[in-house]
């Protein structure tokens, strides 16, 4: 079947990006690895030298080191360092009618999935009358973390603070970096008043983690932390990991796209070019059964690069991270795919549920050709949080669970210790736990 052309193409199209096409399957494997990993160790070592000594000058110095240290990688000395609440308030009022109604949709799908999500508290009654259970408690305090820099995230917002709020986290504290003119973008300010946060901050960056991470005389200390970030963020995440409970270590973004002979090649060009926009190092993957759409994508890539208001990161990120692989059947790309465990992928085939049933390791899974990946970044209402560089193999969304922990209940009656006590003596003696075996050997006599 002949692919969809573009319906938007000029008479006299720009020469096609040239995207990397492979068709040997284990090569490709390679590659996605290669993909998965492209951060680089070295960069890694080197970066997280740095984010120590940014961590340990913002334990010592608090928000003498956040004043100076945004002022050296941001231009701006954020003084003070709290966005009054009535400048969230205000930039809500003053937000255009339809960009409300559109964070209001966001807000109520989201609110609507995540509130479906919330765990239920677990009560047991043994066969002897001990009861069991497991109990859910919120944390105090969360700290969000919003990224800037090359754009302004609002739905970030939203994706952090409303798991939160619906696991009744009592205090929001969200951190996100200033402008070049020191402020925070209007429509993230929105968005926080819309979600309740409580407090805000222009500080961002690996000392905006340490920040939560310590506290300091301005942000108070937190329990957990949300939010992806720049590389420097996820390695000041992995250092206070144990002083704080993180989400995850969130990596570049990536999607990864199956499509079949049904798939319209201009609408596959969009949503690579949609994940590519992000950041120099997004990942944008096609697995093609179809050797047409493997020729027809990286054209209708670079006629809608043209003009594109982001077109030099875009293009960097796919001559550096854009892949094609032309596969021999959806079976051997679903296997590929798996092996790569991307973050987003999209089933632009003909028949997407049997195949996302096939699918092992994805972040979110988006099922069928009117299913862009760009529904899930805003308001379809799943997280769109996800783990990236292969995490997907063991870690999910940022959820309500994210915002909550659990206890243990137990309460044994006589009868039951009775009934159990000779195990828990044998099994405490086994490993010589002399008192352990006595505590209960004492109150049974």
Not at 97 to 109: D, F, M
Not at 179 to 207: C, F, I, K
Request: glycine fraction near 8%; charged fraction near 20%; proline fraction near 7%.
């Amino acid at each position: 079947m002949t692919v969809a052309p573009s319906s938007s193409a000029p008479s006299s199209p720009a020469a096609a990006l040239p995207l990397e096409v492979l068709r040997d399957l284990e090569a490709a494997g390679q590659r996605l690895e290669a993909i998965a990993g492209r951060t680089g160790s070295g960069q890694s070592r080197e970066a997280a030298q740095r984010v120590d000594a940014i961590l340990e000058q913002v334990r010592l110095q608090g928000d003498g080191a956040l004043m100076e240290l945004t002022e050296r990688f941001d231009g701006v000395r954020p003084d003070p360092l709290r966005v009054p609440a009535d400048d969230l308030r205000a930039a809500w009022e003053a937000a255009p009618a339809n960009l409300q109604e559109a964070l209001k949709l966001a807000h109520r799908r989201i609110l609507d999935f995540h509130q479906r999500q919330k765990p239920q508290d677990l009560d047991v009654t043994g066969v002897h009358g001990e009861r069991l259970g497991r109990r859910w408690r919120p944390v105090e305090r969360a700290g969000l973390y919003v990224p800037g820099g090359r754009a302004s995230y609002p739905s970030t917002v939203l994706m952090n603070a409303v798991p939160a709020r619906v696991a009744g986290v009592e205090r929001l504290v969200m951190v996100t970096p200033p402008g070049p003119d020191g402020r925070v973008n209007s429509t993230v300010l929105a968005a926080a008043h819309l979600a309740g946060v409580d407090e805000l901050y222009r500080v961002g960056g690996a000392q905006a983690i340490g920040a939560l991470a310590f506290g300091t005389e301005s942000i108070p200390r937190v329990d957990v932390i949300s939010g992806p970030g720049n590389l420097y963020v996820t390695l000041a995440k992995k250092a206070v990991y144990g002083r704080v409970a993180i989400d995850s270590l969130a990596g570049p973004s990536e999607v990864l796209v199956i499509a079949d002979h049904s798939a319209n090649a201009d609408h596959v060009a969009a949503d690579l070019l949609a994940q590519a926009e992000h950041d120099p190092l997004a990942a944008a993957i096609l697995l093609t059964t179809s050797e047409d759409l493997a020729a027809a994508v990286p054209a209708a890539i670079s006629s809608q690069l043209q003009g594109h208001p982001r077109a030099e990161i875009t293009r960097q990120a796919l001559e550096d991270w854009g892949l094609i692989v032309v596969c021999p059947d959806l079976e051997s790309a679903a296997a590929l795919s798996d092996r790569f465990a991307p973050e987003h992928l999209e089933l632009q085939v003909e028949r997407p549920e049997p195949l996302a049933d096939r699918i092992q390791h994805a972040g979110a899974i988006f099922l069928g050709a009117w299913t862009p990946e760009a529904v899930g970044d805003y308001l379809a209402g799943p997280n769109h949080t996800l783990p990236t560089s292969g995490t997907a193999r063991f870690a999910g969304a940022l959820c309500v669970e994210t915002f909550l922990r659990h206890t243990s209940l137990i309460q044994f009656n006589r009868q039951a210790l009775e009934a159990t006590g000779s195990a828990v003596t044998t099994l405490a003696d086994s490993e010589g736990l002399h008192s352990h075996a006595e505590s209960v050997r004492r109150r049974l006599g």
